[in-house]
């Protein structure tokens, strides 16, 4: 059974067989495994009532250990989410009452971002469910196919 991406190589190769659309075979494929992963944990997260963006900020906060605060700046820097998007992403998060604000007081013209009980709660009920929805897209790869995988994706930097 040929699958979607060898359908459109064998195209160009009929078209254009002066090219070498070999490249087309990973990046094809990592951009369609991508939009279907995005897919399967957007679900994941409206489950909790949570974005991507919004579960990126808050697991980033949880990660960084007891007391859960970063700056903005880190925060951006350590998470998926543009520092761009980030003071966005805060409003929203501050509003729902799952992040807080604080004056930096080894910076007085910074803040702190901290994770609010609530917060906490909400992404640690989210968190094992986000790894079983990962467990579960990868169950065709056996574990050294993961491992593979992932430092070949590595080396592409990702």
Request: aromatic share 2%; no cysteine; glycine share 6%.
């Amino acid at each position: 059974m040929t699958d979607h991406v060898e359908a459109v190589l064998a195209q160009w190769a009929a078209e254009r067989p002066d090219l070498d659309v070999s490249p087309m075979a990973v990046l094809g494929r990592l951009s369609r495994t991508s939009r279907r992963v995005d897919a399967e944990l957007a679900g994941t997260f409206a489950a909790h009532n949570l974005d991507a963006a919004s579960f990126d900020v808050l697991a980033t906060l949880r990660r960084a250990g007891s007391p859960f605060t970063l700056s903005p700046k880190d925060l951006a820097a350590q998470s998926m989410v543009t520092s761009a998007a980030v003071a966005q992403r805060l409003n929203r998060l501050e509003a729902r009452g799952l992040v807080s604000r604080s004056r930096n007081n080894d910076d007085g013209r910074g803040t702190l971002v901290s994770l609010t009980a609530a917060g906490r709660k909400l992404i640690d009920g989210a968190l094992p469910d986000h790894v079983a929805t990962e467990h579960r897209l990868l169950e065709p790869l056996t574990a050294v196919e993961r491992q593979t995988l992932a430092e070949l994706l590595g080396k592409l930097g990702g």
